[in-house]
Structure formats: structure tokens, C-alpha cells
């Protein structure tokens, strides 16, 4: 059999490649570290060959499948690059599964073609055509390749000419297969209040699935990020680890299957669950993105590669500068009127923060929202609270010099509202059963475009009438609960296509309103953090975590986050969940992200709002380093009695570097050593400054002395931390 070599010189140009019989094709998929190998078999199939390394020789690629001998019944398949069900030669899990319009349940993918190409953004795009041989089915894979931050975003586009509908099963965006043989899992678990809990699991033998089947809030109890020890042990700065994501907001589905040999099958995409999905022909599905990073230097690396990649190339604005807020939800929730909120502007000027954020209950006048129970869905301005209107309240904190900002729910809908009194076929629910409702409400069904209209109008109209509206926060409490659309029902489209349609739905309207308001920044909220996938943050500037402000939940949540998300995403709120932690724990833990306050700012003692006042002052300072900075995580608070953080600029003369003790029993062991900084350069000279010390307290940490970045990097600093000093916040400055 012939080889054909195409590793070199393609990158610049379209390069469109197809195959003569008995040629064999390697294509790599490669950024600066990492490389994906993929080739054609004897019988024209596509398999990965590779996993791993990039190689300075890109000749030696298509031998690099030689070195492995996983050749027995079964494993020959297992390498595939989309697998199939329904033929005889495969035995793993599927990423494709599909009826075809004659009743026939078989697929069968052969190698046709392939491009590469460098895409407007600056990526290197790879997309293989397979075909099936017997029926006119397709199948693209893109493969983007993200030199510089070692990311690459996979997905597939089906597509058939058939005559008539073809049903999928199951169309995943990618599978993978690596050969490593030992797998540690991280998967984050969660529920209200409790976002983002990691779990380990040692993967041995057979499938073991993260997945969502909750419709809207995707991530409550399942988080689509995912964290992969490839061959022992994985710190901050060693070892090889792969981390990503399925970007899809809406059920997703991570298969992880181990095989005999020990290698591992990935399997990620939309989750199957309920969702055939009927296929036209010439009507293109593309699938969502699968996005990982793979680091030789551990789990800092892979951190920083996805937070780089986040902020340069998906989160809108990633570059651009965050609002600081003050916000009234923890403050009064429902309990307000014009005069109290008025009265709290003053607060947020005082306070020295850009924004007020009016949060839920402002509207609905029948059905007023004075609760979780009625209203939702009302959109007009709530007059007997707030009789002048929300352009009176933008006026009048416009007038203290604040911003101002407004939050809606437009997806949901209380049974209790005018709109579901008008429209009672805008809401998704099984009319045959009992309506199940979660936090009161039902989700609107946004498969149907007049329910996108009224979407983008609820926003619309808030511009409309009030053009120096400066923020919005969009929240979205229930699932989808017994699915089922009218709107698919009339047009006599498959209910199996709810969950999609819905996904898609939101999309749209979100497109809209990008295409109309490119860059009036938005919170993406999901009562507390069932929302915080890579799809979404394309429309959103920032996202909340979880309506657990618990400072100290708040360093292991945010820790959890930060292996994926960049702080200038991540919204961190001050509030009175946990008083008996320190107004000063509490500011310096909601500091490591995009500061916001959610407290009676005008009930603050003097002292307190002096110190409050100081540090968003220092915040302001330092905040170009948390936003668009390297993180580097230096104490892990699961392992140590307390955590260790730090952000440091790209000229590496800058940085800021937080402290918390952890845990407060009298044996804990939080000062006895000192702590290693990272991401400094080792010629420069430090000097290391205490800040956001509470109402004049004394601090042991010497501003005088300067330290070499090769001395706090091997010997380190210690911040003295104690129950005395349980939060220690340290400014790096370098000096001449
Ligand atoms: C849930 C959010 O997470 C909270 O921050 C708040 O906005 C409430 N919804 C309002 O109902």
C-alpha cells in the first residue's frame, strides 16, 4: 500500500485533498504542544492513530500508529474517528446512529476528502469528508486547531441527500481515543447552592457517562467541564492532563469507555436522550463544539490555555473591561419600592462601584411580583413599586454617578401571569399530565419563533425605552420538565426534536439581540450556576457561579471554576450569606474575579464602608491583573489548611496574591511553610506589599524588603497566615 505524506507546508492554504484507491492518508491535527493523529485503514476507514505530543518531525506522524499493537478482535475499530453503529467491525460505543429512510439501521463511514486551512480568526481548520458507501450520507469533521493555547474544537456536520427523513439516533460532535492506560476523571457534580463539586473516578472498565437531561439550566447537577490525569499523578505543575468541555447549552452527554487495552474512548455530544432527531435532506446538522486543551505541565498549563483561549476567542469582550455592581437581590429581594431603591444608590456611589443591578421583582402588575409564585412573564414595570418607571430609576442613579442594570428571566413563564393566561400554547408542558412546576414557573417554548419574538422583545424593549440601560443579568430557574411543545405539534415536527429546537431557539434569539446590542455586557445567571458553558459565553460578557456567596465555599467553588473559566468572567458577590466571616474574607474572596457587592451598603458601620471604600479602590488598581492576566493556583485548599492564588500581568511586572486560611482548627498548619509564586520572571526584583488591611491593622509582611523572582519562586513568601489573619491579600510589584 502506498503512503501518501501531507504533514508539511498545507497550512497557509485551502488544501483540498481526496483519495485514490490504495493510498493511506495521515492527518494531523496539531497546535504547539499537542498532536492528533489521524489515518486511513486498508479498507479506506478513518482511525486516530495518535493522542498526545506534537512531533518536531511532522513526517514521522503517520508512523506514530506502528508503535502501539492493539490488533485482536474489536480493538481494530476501537480507534475510529467517528464511530459508527450497525456494521459488523465495530463493538465500541457509537458516536453516530442512524435509521435510514428505506428502515435499513446500519452505517457505514469511508474516507472521501479533506481540506485545512487557516481560518479568519487565526486557527488552522481541518475538515474530513467520510461518506457512507452504499447510501448518500455524510458525514464533515472539523477539527480546529488553536496553535498558541494548545486548544483544539472538535465537532461534526451530518448531512444526506436521501429521499426523505433519516433518523439520528445519536450524532455526537467528536469521539477520541487515547492510549495511556490509566485515567484519573475529575467530574464536577452540584445542585442549587452547591456548583461545581469534583469527584474522582479511576476509569477501569466500561462506560462512564456525564451527562444532563434537564433542558435549560444544563449544569445544575452536572457540570460539562471535565478534567483527564493521563498517566499518574497531575499537580499544578506536572504530569499530563487533558481538560475541556462540551460547549452545548442543553442536554450534553460525556462518554468515557474504557476498552481491554486499557484505552480510553471518548464520546462527546448532544445527549441522545429523548432527542431522535429527524434529518431532511440538504439540511445540514452541524453538532456543538467539543473543546480540550492537553498539558505536559500539568493542570496550570491546561488552566491557562482555556481561560487564554475563553478570553480571546468565545466570551464576548474577553478583552474588554467588567462593571462593578452593587446589586439588591440579597439585599431586600422583594421587599423594595422606588424610594427604597433610590435610597440604595447613594450606597453604591459610597461604595465607589460602577452599577446598580436592579434584580427580580420590578414588573407585573395583575399578577404582581412581590414572590417566586406570580408574575413571571409580565414584562411592564410593576406601578405601584415603582411608579416613575424605570427611566426614573436610571435617572436618578445616573444622578449619583452610578450605572444601572436590570435583571430578567424572558425564558420562563409563572402559571400565574398574564402570558400564560394569553398564551397558554407558548408554554412547554405534557397537557395530558399534571403541570410540574420547579421554583413555580414553566419554561416557554422557544422551538417556537413567535416565543422568540416575544424574547427578544422583552430585551428590546428595555433598550428601546431606556437606551443608557447599562447591564442585564439573564436568569433561567427550571428545566424542562414533561417536554412537550404545541408549537411542534402543529407543525406536525417530531417532539423527539423538543430539546434541540429549544436549544437552538435560544441561540437565535441571543443572535439577535448580539446583531442589534454587540456589546451592552450581560450576566449569564441560571438560578445560581446551571449555566455556564463555552456555546452561551459567546453572548455573554460574565456569569454567575452559584447563589452561595459562603466566602468560604466560595474559595473551593471559584478554585473548581477557575480550572476553566477566566476571572473576568466569573461574577463574585459580597453578601451576608456568611457573617461570621470577616467583611475582609468576604471582599478579598469575591476580589479574585469580577467584584460586585449584594448587601445594604447604607447599614455598613463607618469602619466598614471606610475599609469597603479602600478596597475597591485597590481592586480598581489591580483589576486589569485579575481580568486579563495569567492565574497561577500555588496552595490547594483540599490538600493544605488553607488556599493560595495568584494573578500576575503579561509584562510579568505585576501581580496580586491571595491568601485564606481554610480551616480553623488550632492544629492546622497554615504558616509553617512558605508558599512558591509562579509566572514571575526569575531576573526581576520584588517587592511584596500588603493590602486590604482592615482599619489600620498592622501586617508582618515588610514592604521595605525586595526579593528575586528566582527567590519567591524556589524558596517562596510566606504570608503569615492565621486565625488572626485568616485572609492575606499580597501586591507584587517589581522593582528597578
Ligand atoms: C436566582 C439567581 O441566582 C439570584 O441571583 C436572583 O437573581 C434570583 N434568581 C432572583 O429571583
Redesign the pocket.
Known amino acids: 500500500m502506498k503512503t501518501v505524506n501531507l504533514l508539511t507546508n498545507i497550512l497557509f492554504f485551502l488544501f483540498p485533498f481526496s483519495l485514490s484507491f490504495g493510498q493511506s492518508i495521515t492527518i494531523p491535527i496539531e497546535t504547539e504542544n499537542v498532536a492528533a493523529v489521524l489515518k486511513t485503514d486498508e479498507d479506506n476507514r478513518l482511525k486516530i492513530i495518535y493522542f498526545g505530543k506534537s512531533l518536531s518531525n511532522t513526517n514521522e506522524y503517520e508512523l506514530t500508529g506502528e508503535a502501539f499493537n492493539f490488533q485482536s478482535d474489536g480493538a481494530s475499530s476501537n480507534n475510529s474517528a467517528y464511530a459508527v453503529a450497525g456494521i459488523d467491525n465495530n463493538y465500541i460505543e457509537p458516536a453516530i446512529s442512524v435509521v435510514h429512510v428505506d428502515g435499513n439501521n446500519s452505517l457505514d463511514l469511508l474516507y472521501e476528502s479533506h481540506t485545512t486551512a487557516r481560518t479568519n480568526d487565526g486557527a488552522i481548520l481541518t475538515t474530513v469528508t467520510l461518506k457512507d458507501p452504499v447510501y448518500p450520507f455524510f458525514v464533515d469533521l472539523y477539527y480546529k486547531a488553536w496553535k498558541d493555547k494548545d486548544v483544539i474544537e472538535q465537532w461534526s456536520v451530518i448531512r444526506h441527500t436521501e429521499k426523505g427523513n433519516v433518523v439520528l439516533n445519536k450524532y455526537a460532535s467528536a469521539n477520541l481515543y487515547l492510549n495511556n492506560k490509566d485515567y484519573y476523571l475529575i467530574s464536577y457534580n452540584g445542585s442549587w447552592a452547591k456548583e461545581m463539586q469534583p469527584v474522582e473516578t479511576y476509569l477501569r472498565q466500561g462506560m462512564h457517562t456525564i451527562e444532563s437531561r434537564l433542558g435549560t439550566r444544563a449544569n445544575l447537577l452536572t457540570s460539562p467541564n471535565f478534567m483527564l490525569t493521563l498517566d499518574g499523578k497531575t499537580t499544578e505543575t506536572s504530569g499530563t492532563v487533558m481538560m475541556g468541555q462540551i460547549a452545548w447549552n442543553g442536554n450534553f452527554s460525556l462518554q468515557f469507555e474504557t476498552d481491554i487495552y486499557k484505552n480510553l474512548h471518548i464520546v462527546a455530544g448532544i445527549n441522545p436522550y429523548q432527542s431522535a432527531y429527524h434529518l431532511g435532506p440538504n439540511t445540514p446538522f452541524e453538532t456543538p463544539r467539543f473543546i480540550y486543551t492537553l498539558s505536559f505541565e500539568g493542570k496550570g498549563k491546561g488552566s491557562r490555555n482555556l481561560q487564554g483561549w475563553l478570553r480571546d476567542h468565545t466570551l464576548l469582550d474577553g478583552q474588554g473591561d467588567r462593571l462593578t455592581l452593587l446589586n439588591n ?1 440579597e439585599a431586600t429581594y422583594f421587599d423594595f419600592d422606588q424610594d427604597k431603591l433610590v435610597g440604595l444608590f447613594g450606597g453604591a456611589k459610597e461604595l465607589g462601584v460602577d452599577m446598580f443591578l436592579l ?2 421583582g420590578w414588573f407585573a402588575n395583575k399578577y404582581p411580583r412581590s414572590g ?1 409564585t406570580a408574575g413571571l412573564g409580565d414584562w411592564e414595570v410593576n406601578r405601584k413599586k415603582l411608579p416613575d418607571g424605570v427611566p426614573f430609576l436610571i435617572h436618578e442613579a445616573e444622578k449619583e454617578g452610578v450605572k444601572f442594570g436590570i ?1 430578567i428571566e424572558p425564558e420562563m413563564v409563572n402559571p400565574k401571569s398574564e402570558l400564560y393566561e394569553k398564551h397558554p400554547d407558548w408554554v412547554i408542558k405534557e397537557e395530558k399530565r399534571p403541570e410540574i412546576y420547579f421554583r413555580n414557573q414553566l419554561v416557554l417554548d422557544l422551538a417556537n419563533p413567535e416565543v422568540q419574538d416575544f424574547v427578544f422583545e422583552v430585551v428590546d424593549d428595555l433598550f428601546i425605552e431606556n437606551p443608557t440601560l447599562a447591564f442585564m ?1 439573564w ?1 433561567c ?1 427550571a428545566p424542562i420538565f414533561n417536554g412537550h411543545s404545541r408549537y411542534l405539534e402543529r407543525k406536525k415536527i417530531p417532539q423527539s426534536h423538543l430539546f434541540v429546537a429549544y436549544s437552538k431557539g435560544l441561540q437565535s434569539v441571543l443572535e439577535r439581540i448580539r446583531a442589534k446590542y454587540p456589546t451592552v455586557p450581560m450576566m449569564l ?1 441560571s ?2 450556576g446551571g449555566r455556564s458553558d463555552y456555546n452561551l459565553l459567546k453572548y455573554f460578557t460574565e456569569f ?1 457561579l452559584s ?1 452561595n456567596t459562603d466566602p468560604l465555599e466560595r474559595v473551593f467553588m471559584q478554585w473548581n471554576y477557575s480550572y476553566y473559566y477566566p476571572a473576568i468572567a466569573m461574577c463574585n458577590h459580597v453578601t451576608d450569606w456568611s457573617k461570621d466571616k470577616s467583611l475582609k474574607y468576604r471582599i478579598d474572596v469575591a476580589s479574585m474575579g469580577k467584584l460586585g457587592f449584594d448587601i445594604r451598603a447604607n447599614e455598613l458601620s463607618e469602619q466598614d464602608m471606610r475599609f469597603a471604600q479602600q478596597t475597591v479602590l485597590n481592586y480598581n488598581d489591580f483589576k486589569e491583573i485579575i481580568w486579563h492576566g495569567e492565574m497561577y493556583r500555588l496552595a490547594n485548599p483540599y490538600e493544605n489548611d488553607l488556599a493560595s492564588l495568584m494573578y500576575v500581568n503579561e509584562q510579568k511586572t505585576e501581580g496580586v496574591m491571595f491568601n485564606y486560611l481554610t480551616n480553623w482548627r488550632y492544629l492546622a498548619e497554615t504558616s509553617l511553610r512558605p508558599i512558591l509564586l509562579q509566572g514571575l520572571d526569575k531576573g526581576k526584583t520584588y517587592r511584596l506589599t500588603e493590602i486590604n488591611l482592615y482599619d489600620g491593622a498592622s501586617t508582618p509582611v515588610d514592604h521595605q524588603k525586595v526579593y528575586s523572582g528566582e527567590y519567591l519562586m524556589n524558596v517562596g513568601f510566606n504570608p503569615s497566615v492565621n486565625s488572626n489573619r485568616t485572609s492575606v491579600v499580597i501586591k507584587i510589584e517589581s522593582v528597578e
Open positions: 437581590w434584580d427580580d417566586d435583571w443579568k436568569d430557574n445567571c438560578g445560581g454567575w447563589d
